[in-house]
């Protein structure tokens, strides 16, 4: 988790953020930093070599929306992250399942139907009146790795919504 907050970082660099990720995942950063680099994003990728980054729009952000995110755990899964370690792959497919019904996944619907165009006015009134909280810091200063691992995670998340519509 580390990693993503040092990707979603506005203030680091691409070359800070590589290393924040390979001193998080590695005890000693090897002598071949691409290869180190190249299966770091595998892992985080969870292990999918075809994620591409996408031109799809950041709906949400794993630090500014943090305690929804918890709650959103304990409410769909009963899962206490600040008290339980999930393996990484784990933990996405745990955050591609949280339940429709929890504060975090209203507030990314509603920022996706506000960027795309399509909220009411009540909607566009309620994101304005929610102030920061309900915008996410432009990613445009995002490598095109750093951008795959975020939003690799963001399209698992639409892929498990339209999965449980279809039930």
């Known amino acids: 988790m580390q990693i993503i907050l040092a990707f979603e970082d506005v ?9 924040r990720m390979l001193e998080n995942l590695y005890i000693e950063i090897p ?9 770091a994003n595998w892992f985080l990728n969870c292990g999918d070599v075809s994620r591409k980054a996408s031109d799809g729009v950041r709906l949400y952000s794993f630090e500014k929306d943090a305690n929804f995110i918890f709650a959103a755990f304990r409410q769909t899964h009963g899962i206490d992250l600040q008290k339980e370690d999930l393996h990484w792959w784990k933990f996405i497919a745990l955050f591609m399942d949280l339940g429709q019904d929890t504060t975090f996944c209203q507030l990314t619907a509603l920022r996706k ?5 399509k909220a009411t006015k009540e909607e566009k009134q309620a994101a304005r009146n929610m102030g920061d909280m309900f915008t996410i810091e432009d990613d445009k200063n995002y490598t095109r790795e750093e951008k795959a ?19």
Do not use: F, M, P
Request: aromatic share 4%; proline share 0%; hydrophobic share 30%.
């Open 11 to 19: 203030d680091l660099t691409s070359y800070e953020k590589q290393a």
């Open 31 to 39: 002598s071949d930093i691409q290869g180190a680099i190249e299966q």
């Open 149 to 167: 691992i975020i939003d690799r995670v963001t399209e698992n998340y639409k892929k498990a919504r339209a999965r449980l519509k279809e039930k």
């Open 113 to 117: 139907r506000v960027k795309s165009g």
